[in-house]
């Protein structure tokens, strides 16, 4: 069965630095995809960064931007230039073959002013 | 299209009491999915229909939980007799999965349910 792991309960950073969230995965898939997801206090998950197991390339999307290691089963996500809207808790998930979600327990992360 | 949409947003009711909650995906998605969510954890896969087929349920899904997409459109998800242990947030989310490949989700806000 496929597991995915956030060590980093909570995290804190300073407004405009940057932040690294930790993610492990298991899986004996070789086809899948990586998230990384956003929940507010709204409890919108909302998509932050999507990867594809298959691309060696890491995503980016603006500020945010994820180090992923396939053989190390690991999929970390950073935070450029951190501003407080980015406080929320961050789920990193796992999507393979059975078209259902795998999520981490989650970190939440606190942005300070 | 406004998203995902879930009502209602929270809903209290007493033990032994039967409780249902509605989500209307996002209408050209054939794949909708209910995860729950309890406090401090990622969301939990429950369930999953391709139109108004029933594909796969959990075994988090006992026998007091019924879920049904009349027409593959909106769905619904009934508790009966709830239990405290009920008590989370149940997530909706839908996809497009044309030709098996899976495009991403789309979650909705959620409805948190409080089981007194």
């Known amino acids: 069965a496929q597991t995915v792991t956030q060590s980093q309960p909570e995290m804190s950073v300073q407004e405009a630095e940057t932040v690294t969230l930790s993610c492990t995965y298991d899986?004996?898939?070789?086809?899948?995809?990586l998230f990384w997801y956003k929940q507010p206090p709204s409890r919108q998950m909302i998509l932050v960064i999507r990867?594809?197991?298959?691309?060696?390339q890491n995503a980016t999307e603006n500020r945010f931007s994820v180090n992923f290691q396939k053989a190390a089963k690991s999929f970390s996500l950073k935070i450029s230039d951190s501003q407080l809207g980015d406080a929320a808790m961050y789920f990193c998930?796992?999507?393979?073959?059975?078209?259902?979600?795998?999520f981490g327990s989650g970190t939440k992360l606190n942005v300070k002013p | 299209d406004t998203g995902v949409s879930q009502n209602p947003r929270h809903k209290i009711t007493k033990r032994g009491q039967n409780v249902t909650f509605r989500c209307d995906p996002i209408?050209?998605?054939?794949?909708l999915y209910w995860y729950r969510q309890t406090l401090g954890q990622g969301p939990e896969f429950l369930t999953y229909?391709?139109?108004?087929?029933?594909?796969?349920k959990s075994r988090l899904l006992s026998d007091r939980f019924s879920a049904e997409r009349p027409k593959g459109s909106f769905s619904t998800l009934e508790i009966q007799r709830t239990e405290q242990g009920d008590s989370a947030m149940y997530l909706c989310?839908?996809?497009?999965?044309?030709?098996?490949?899976?495009?991403?989700?789309?979650f909705g806000s959620g409805t948190r349910l409080t089981v007194v």
């Open positions: 989310a839908s996809s497009l999965v044309p030709g098996g490949t899976n495009y991403g989700y789309t």
């Open positions: 899986t004996s898939e070789s086809d899948y995809y």
């Open positions: 990867q594809e197991a298959y691309k060696q």
């Open positions: 998930a796992y999507l393979g073959n059975f078209n259902k979600f795998y």
């Open positions: 209408s050209e998605h054939n794949r």
């Open positions: 229909f391709q139109n108004e087929a029933q594909l796969e």
